[in-house]
């Protein structure tokens, strides 16, 4: 999403190592909720084949969809990262980051966001929200990886 809304940054390979690691420890040990965001508004201007929808029912029929995410956001590594997002619109919200996997010869586009455990959530979970999980519009190229 190209927007003015956003800032943009690559953070340091040890601090995707750390955060990676984290979302790891949080989904395997089952302190974090995951969200999956299915429909999203921009999907409305968005070929079928780029959304969120599509995309998980075509690599993972009949599956059930946060069990999938747990399972391939545990699997996601530094190499995959691309980049980190502030949504300016929303200052209190956390960063996001930007990930690209291979599934089946497509690029899948990976955004997610991962709330810690505050105040505000009487549960005591982290949140993972996966705001994208979806076929990329544009084929990734190993520039837009920076720790390849």
Do not use: W
């Amino acid at each position: 999403m190209n927007s003015t809304n956003e800032k943009k940054r690559i953070e340091s390979k040890i601090e995707v190592q750390t955060y990676v690691e984290r979302l790891k420890y949080a989904i395997e040990n089952g302190s974090a909720n995951v969200n999956f965001q299915k429909e999203r508004q921009v999907d409305n201007n968005r070929d079928k084949e780029h959304t969120n929808r599509y995309t998980m029912l075509k690599l993972f029929p009949d599956q059930d969809e946060i069990e999938v995410l747990k399972r391939e956001l545990i699997k996601l590594t530094v190499k995959e990262y691309i980049e980190t997002v502030k949504d300016t619109r929303f200052p209190n919200k956390s960063e996001m980051r930007v990930f690209g996997k291979q599934y089946e010869d497509s690029d899948v586009y990976i955004k997610i966001r991962v709330e810690l455990v505050s105040i505000d959530h009487a549960d005591g979970k982290n949140y993972v929200f996966v705001m994208s999980f979806h076929f990329s519009e544009v084929d990734f190229c190993e520039t837009n990886f920076p720790y390849v």
